[in-house]
């Protein structure tokens, strides 16, 4: 199985920007469907975007296009989210997640894997 590490969250201000990485071991990614999620206090854990296997389509929700960006370096084995203009409604711990069934993370299906997530903090 595949093990995730998540890193690069931390204390931001609004309007900059933040780059979590997601490095996996144990299995090369380019069979997994690869996808971040986050969850905020109180709230259910949401889908923010997703990848497919050859890196070649994104998915993100509609509130979150402009903003999210995902990547995936098969070769390195890595998989990382960009994000610009932060908000305050940003913080959340955020999760890298693979998915071993489909090419991709379906919004609506948990996946199989998931790290320990690391946690995004956006002040005012």
């Known amino acids: 199985q595949v093990q995730l590490v998540e890193s690069g969250g931390g204390l931001v201000q609004t309007g900059d920007s933040l780059r979590l990485s997601c490095e996996a071991s144990g299995r090369t990614i380019r069979n997994y469907g690869m996808g971040w999620f986050r969850q905020a206090p109180g709230k259910e854990r949401e889908l923010v975007a997703a990848?497919?296997?050859?890196?070649?389509?994104?998915y993100y929700p509609d509130s979150l296009k402009g903003r999210f960006t995902i990547s995936r370096d098969n070769a390195k084995n890595t998989v990382s989210l960009q994000i610009h203009s932060l908000k305050p409604e940003d913080t959340a711990v955020y999760y890298c997640?693979?998915?071993?069934?489909?090419?991709?993370?379906?919004?609506?299906?948990?996946?199989?894997?998931w790290g320990q997530g690391t946690q995004v903090t956006v002040s005012s």
């Open positions: 997640a693979a998915d071993s069934s489909r090419g991709t993370v379906v919004p609506g299906i948990m996946p199989d894997y």
């Open positions: 990848i497919n296997r050859s890196g070649t389509s994104a």
